[in-house]
């Protein structure tokens, strides 16, 4: 005899539909595979497998996931990249790149690069002691190499030319790396921006070069709403740092200028600006519109400060928090987020220019 629990299942369905809906194509498309290159945002537990302070494959990280279970992701469950295999029908999960257990077909499908800690600037990824973009990169190649060898010329070439390949980091360069090392005192807020503009255009370029058409790059989130800014600079009332997002919205508009002057002047490819700030802001200020009560503490320890080695336990229900801990939201949403993002542009990915 076996209990059947016809109560929490479609309680779940009910309070986060998005959860359960796949993203509908455009008719024939193809989309072989999903590659992420980033930060602690879309790391899938790269970090695992490298000695770093930047790590959470411990409990109470994965509260919501499979089991239970840690595994490297900086979230209670599924992280972006998971969640675009996932809506689109791909695979459930995108696995790290370093994984010693990866078998040919999540080659084929797709994997993570991102390595939590990094970010566009060189010199992020220094003190952790994590992969920086250009360690990425050089992952790529590696995997370019391994997808020939499993798949023929011919083959990896399409799934690289038709596979989503994005990239999401940002947040450390402004936060740690331009206010807390010397780089304050060598750039200006503006030229520091401009900067960072110039590697991610870089990146994209490379990746174009490798011979990725599909490429999406995010906008960087509003940073002066993390809990952690905003128990450390917000005052008393603990409010959205105005001076950090002022310059998320400076460095998201050279970003969006750059990646119009990429898609001119390569017209064979589709690079995508993924709005990330504004959703993500209206979920911080409009909460209950999205089916969260807290959304100035994350759900790990207090919710002030606590990220990483230092989170500990967790709240009982990570549903009702905006945000998992001090820095990462949760993964429902994540699931609101990037759901937002593949409705609005997975057609463009499809169709070129003009939207189907």
Not at 103 to 129: E, I, K, M, R
Not at 220 to 232: D, V
Not at 317 to 324: A, E, K, L, S, T
Request: net charge neutral; glycine share 6%.
């Amino acid at each position: 005899m076996v209990y059947v629990d016809f109560y929490d299942l479609p309680l779940d369905i009910i309070e986060s539909p998005q959860k359960y809906v796949l993203i509908d194509l455009p008719e024939n498309a193809t989309i072989p595979a999903v590659l992420f290159f980033g930060d602690s945002i879309v790391d899938t537990g790269n970090n695992n497998y490298i000695t770093t302070v930047a790590k959470c494959n411990f409990r109470p990280y994965g509260k919501n996931f499979i089991e239970g279970k840690p595994t490297g992701r900086f979230s209670d469950g599924k992280v972006p990249s998971d969640l675009f295999a996932k809506e689109l029908g791909i695979k459930p999960l995108l696995p790290p790149y370093l994984d010693p257990s990866l078998q040919d077909q999540d080659l084929l499908t797709g994997v993570n690069f991102a390595s939590g800690a990094s970010g566009y600037d060189p010199l992020t990824s220094d003190p952790a002691s994590v992969f920086s973009l250009s360690d990425q990169l050089e992952m790529f190649k590696e995997y370019i190499a391994k997808l020939k060898k499993i798949a023929g010329e011919e083959k990896s070439s399409a799934i690289l030319r038709e596979s989503i390949i994005a990239v999401a980091t940002g947040s450390n360069d402004i936060l740690n790396t331009y206010f807390l090392t010397p780089r304050r005192f060598q750039y200006d807020v503006p030229s520091y921006t401009d900067l960072l503009v110039s590697y991610a255009s870089s990146f994209v370029q490379e990746l174009y070069r490798l011979g990725a058409r599909r490429i999406g790059v995010f906008s960087m989130p509003p940073i002066g709403c993390a809990p952690s800014q905003i128990t450390l600079k917000g005052g008393l009332d603990r409010k959205c740092v105005d001076k950090y997002n002022e310059i998320a919205k400076l460095f998201n508009n050279k970003l969006s200028a750059a990646i119009t002057s990429l898609n001119t002047r390569f017209t064979d490819a589709r690079i995508v600006y993924f709005d990330a700030y504004n959703p993500t802001l209206d979920i911080i200020l409009n909460p209950q519109k999205y089916g969260f009560k807290i959304a100035d503490r994350g759900c790990c320890g207090t919710g002030l400060v606590e990220v990483s080695l230092v989170c500990r336990y967790a709240c009982s229900n990570v549903n009702d928090y905006v945000f998992w801990d001090s820095f990462h939201p949760s993964e429902k949403t994540y699931t609101i987020l990037v759901r937002r993002i593949l409705e609005q542009y997975i057609s463009y990915f499809i169709c070129g220019k003009s939207f189907c």
